[in-house]
């Protein structure tokens, strides 16, 4: 803990609620940049690595697009489909997660 225990909390209302939807929309972006970034570096190796590189780059790609699809709407304040993005973006990093193991278990071409 970095206060002093003993600090005054300042009471619920008023604290700032657009605040907290600033964070939440900066995360969704630094989210959606990072995923970009796996992606680049998919088709980055799909140069490389042959077929399973094509292969790779292209579920990336597929990732990619549907957390742009899912999260960008997120930006503007609208939730398509609420309680269903957590689930994705799970589903996406699980798969960038085999993506990459398959990518280093494969030998270069």
Do not use: C
């Not at 657009?18 to 799909?46: I, K, N, Y």
């Not at 899912?70 to 990093?93: D, F, Q």
């Not at 990459?100 to 278990?105: I, M, Q, R």
């Amino acid at each position: 803990m970095t206060g002093a225990p003993d600090a005054p909390r300042a009471p619920a209302s008023s604290r700032d609620a657009g605040l907290a939807r600033e964070r939440t929309r900066l995360a969704w972006r630094r989210t959606t940049l990072s995923v970009t970034v796996v992606a680049v570096l998919a088709g980055r190796l799909a140069l490389t690595r042959g077929t399973v590189g094509a292969v790779a780059a292209a579920l990336a790609g597929l990732g990619w697009l549907a957390v742009l699809v899912w999260t960008v709407p997120r930006y503007g304040g609208r939730t398509p489909g609420a309680g269903r993005t957590l689930p994705l973006i799970a589903l996406v990093v699980a798969g960038f997660a085999i993506l990459g193991v398959l990518l280093v278990l494969t030998p270069v071409r």
